[in-house]
């Protein structure tokens, strides 16, 4: 059973920092690349940022370019967001998902790319 858990979701106000992690389980977790997306009410899923399946490379939308930071442990089989100077526009949940290396990495901005995906943390941002 593959799981991908994400946590570290809240309340927080304009300005804030957070981080967001997600543990996978029961898959070879340097066999995957790994992307995080973000989906609010009555929206499509967008693309935020991907990390290679090794680290070596990182992919950020231009929308937050800048205020993100992607990185994984795979000893810890973990993936991070670490996000600063949070805008009320970054509400939503947020998701991360796991795509099978042998994939092109210059896809992995569709979210038809991943085969799993976790449940999601939502991220309120307050004026």
């Known amino acids: 059973q593959v799981q991908l858990v994400e946590s570290g979701g809240g309340l927080v106000q304009a300005g804030d920092s957070l981080r967001l992690s997600c543990a996978a389980s029961?898959?070879?977790?340097?066999?995957?690349?790994m992307g995080w997306f973000r989906q609010a009410p009555g929206k499509e899923r967008e693309f935020i940022a991907a990390?290679?399946?090794?680290?070596?490379?990182?992919f950020y939308a231009d929308s937050v370019k800048g205020r993100l930071t992607i990185s994984r442990d795979n000893a810890k089989k973990t993936v991070s967001l670490q996000m600063g100077s949070l805008k009320p526009e970054d509400t939503s949940v947020y998701y991360c998902?796991?795509?099978?290396?042998?994939?092109?990495?210059?896809?992995?901005?569709?979210?038809?790319?991943?085969?799993?995906w976790g449940q999601g943390t939502q991220v309120t941002v307050s004026s």
């Open positions: 990390i290679s399946w090794s680290g070596s490379s990182t």
């Open positions: 029961g898959l070879t977790f340097s066999s995957y690349h």
């Open positions: 998902a796991a795509a099978h290396r042998s994939l092109f990495t210059g896809t992995l901005l569709h979210p038809r790319q991943y085969g799993y």
